[in-house]
C-alpha cells in the first residue's frame, strides 16, 4: 500500500482533511505514548503527555516549517512538555498493572519475573536526572541521532554525548550494585 510522507499528509490537514489528520495522528501516536510511558513512569501520565501533544500539535501544525523531520519536530514538543511535567510531578510506584494480570494464568511466574524486571529498569532509568534519562529515551527508543537530539534540545552535540555516557554508566553501576546485592542474598 502507498504509504503517504508526514509533509503531504500535513499539507491535507491544513487544507482541512480530516482523514489525512487522522492518519499523521495514527503514524505517531504509539512512539508518542511509549515515549511519555518510559519518561514519566505511569500510564496516566503518559496518557496525559500524549494528548497534550496532539493538542498543540493540532492548534501549531502550521507553525511546522520544514527545518527536520516531522518526527524530529514532533518529538521536541513531547520532549519540552514531559521535562514539564516531570518539573511539575511527583512518582508513585503503584503495582496496578499486577493486580489486573489474572491468577489463573499458568504463564504467570514468567509474567511475574518480566514485570518486575521492567519495573526495576524504569525504576533505574527514573533515578537518572530528567536531561540524561530524555536523551537515552530518544537515542534508544526513538532512535534519533545525537546531532538531532541536540537540535531538539537546543544543545550541542557534545553535551548530548556528554549526557548519554553519562547515563550509561550511572546505568551500569546501579545494575553492578544491584547484581552484587542480588548475589550475597543467596
Known sequence: MFKRSDESLIAKALNGDQSAWQQLVNRHQSALFYFGLRLL???????????????????NLGQYRGD???????????????????????????????AEMP?????????????RQQKQVQQQLRSLPAEQRLVLELKFYQQFTFDEIASQLAISSNTVKSRF?????KLRL???????????NF
Open 41 to 59: 513512569g505511569s500510564r496516566e501520565d503518559a496518557n496525559d503527555l500524549l494528548q497534550d501533544v496532539l493538542m498543540v500539535l493540532c492548534r
Open 68 to 98: 527536520s523531520s516531522f518526527k524530529s519536530w514532533l518529538f521536541g514538543i513531547a520532549n519540552y512538555r514531559a521535562m514539564d511535567m516531570l518539573r511539575r510531578r511527583k512518582y508513585s510506584d503503584n503495582d496496578d498493572e499486577l
Open 103 to 115: 491468577a489463573d494464568n499458568p504463564g504467570l511466574p514468567e509474567q511475574l519475573a518480566s514485570y
Open 165 to 169: 555516557y553519562a547515563a550509561l554508566d
Open 174 to 184: 546501579q545494575l553492578e550494585d544491584d547484581h552484587v546485592e542480588q548475589s550475597a
